[in-house]
């Protein structure tokens, strides 16, 4: 069992930053993959970035690349999703997730088995 913990969504303007934070806690500790999806409103939850658990390698969907970076604390069990030169296409529901198998770096939301519960980016133009 892993629970998630996510923060740091709010309001921006277009070009600003956010940096979101999720920490996991588990009482069996073991290596997982970390990945941010993101819903906006009456779209599918969408993958955003993903990590393997030694931090050795990163995943991004191609809207966010060179604006978002994933990076994660091991001794925090942390991931963080900083989040540059945002866009009101942006706004949507940032939600962590965690794949225990931490072999693979996947993108399908049905991969991941552990989810938090979720934090609003509103980013203003």
């Known amino acids: 069992q892993v629970h998630l913990v996510e923060s740091g969504g709010g309001l921006a303007q277009a070009g600003g930053s956010l940096r979101l934070s999720c920490a996991a806690a588990t009482r069996t500790p073991s290596p997982y993959t970390m990945a941010w999806f993101c819903q906006a409103p009456g779209k599918e939850r969408a993958f955003v970035a993903a990590?393997?658990?030694?931090?050795?390698?990163?995943s991004y969907t191609d809207s966010v690349k060179g604006r978002f970076t994933i990076s994660k604390d091991n001794a925090k069990n942390t991931v963080y999703l900083q989040m540059n030169s945002l866009k009101p296409e942006d706004t949507a529901v940032y939600y962590c997730?965690?794949?225990?198998?931490?072999?693979?770096?996947?993108?399908?939301?049905?991969?991941?088995?552990?989810w938090g519960q979720g934090t609003q980016v509103t980013v203003s133009s």
């Open positions: 997730a965690v794949d225990l198998n931490w072999l693979i770096l996947s993108r399908a939301v049905d991969e991941y088995d552990y």
């Open positions: 990590i393997t658990w030694n931090g050795s390698e990163r």
